[in-house]
């Protein structure tokens, strides 16, 4: 089985601007979670999607956001840039119960912002 | 109080030997526990999961479980050179208010084994 792809794998991007992730799960995962890794912070959870709807959400501002289609890939997007939104984002796939503990999630490649 | 708390390190071992990885977490409800190997500039591998209390065992990595301390451990036996990457100790946990639970990292600690 194909793992996790994340896309692009890097990106420089300026203040201000907006930008979208992609990530495809691992074939017949159904569940995407988005995490933010910075060396200060750790590794910190952005969001969840199932079945094309967020179902668990981070402390993080509206900036930042998510969608997921039929086919389990997901975006995120972050709008209005700012230098600490430079970071290394993580997109992690699993299959999930509708109930109980979660199954192991795998992490994609990563992609790899920075902002100028 | 921190959810998942790690030894940041560095932690430090000769080629060989036995390394030993600690993670306390919060929440007594927690079922599911896993730690994760992430090399410099990489993403996170998955290399051990745990259930249930006691230890599993699977190659040179031990996993050790202990719900009524709220502690997991990660053991690496025979540590070798490529060893060397931070280890993620990651805890299912629910959040208040919901019936859903994710998953919780700890900050990493990190491991050199020199030869």
């Known amino acids: 089985k194909a793992g996790v792809t994340q896309t692009p794998r890097y990106l420089i991007k300026t203040r201000g601007q907006q930008v979208t992730l992609s990530c495809s799960p691992i074939s017949g995962h159904r569940s995407v979670s988005w995490y933010q890794q910075t060396p200060g912070q750790g590794l910190q959870f952005l969001f969840e999607?199932?079945?094309?709807?967020?179902?668990n959400k981070g402390n993080f501002p509206g900036r930042f956001s998510g969608r997921q289609f039929s086919n389990s890939r997901s975006e995120m997007n972050v709008s209005t840039l700012e230098l600490g939104d430079s970071a290394l984002y993580l997109c992690?796939?699993?299959?999930?119960?509708?109930?109980?503990?979660?199954?192991?999630?795998?992490f994609g490649p990563g992609t790899r912002l920075t902002v100028l | 109080q921190k959810e998942v708390e790690q030894n940041s390190g560095p932690l430090s071992v000769p080629e060989g030997a036995i390394a030993s990885l600690n993670c306390t977490y919060s929440d007594r409800g927690s079922q599911s526990f896993f730690w994760y190997r992430q090399y410099s500039g990489k993403s996170p591998e998955l290399i051990m999961s745990i259930y249930s209390n006691g230890d599993k065992e699977d190659g040179r990595f031990t996993a050790q479980l202990n719900k009524a301390s709220q502690y997991v451990s990660l053991l690496i036996r025979d540590s070798q050179p490529s060893d060397s990457a931070t280890y993620l100790c990651?805890?299912?946990?629910?959040?208040?208010?919901?019936?859903?639970?994710?998953?919780?990292f700890g900050r990493g600690t990190q491991l050199t084994v020199w030869p």
């Open positions: 992690a796939s699993s299959h999930p119960r509708r109930t109980g503990p979660p199954y192991t999630q795998y």
């Open positions: 990651a805890v299912n946990i629910q959040d208040r208010g919901s019936t859903l639970g994710r998953l919780y």
């Open positions: 999607y199932f079945s094309e709807t967020q179902r």
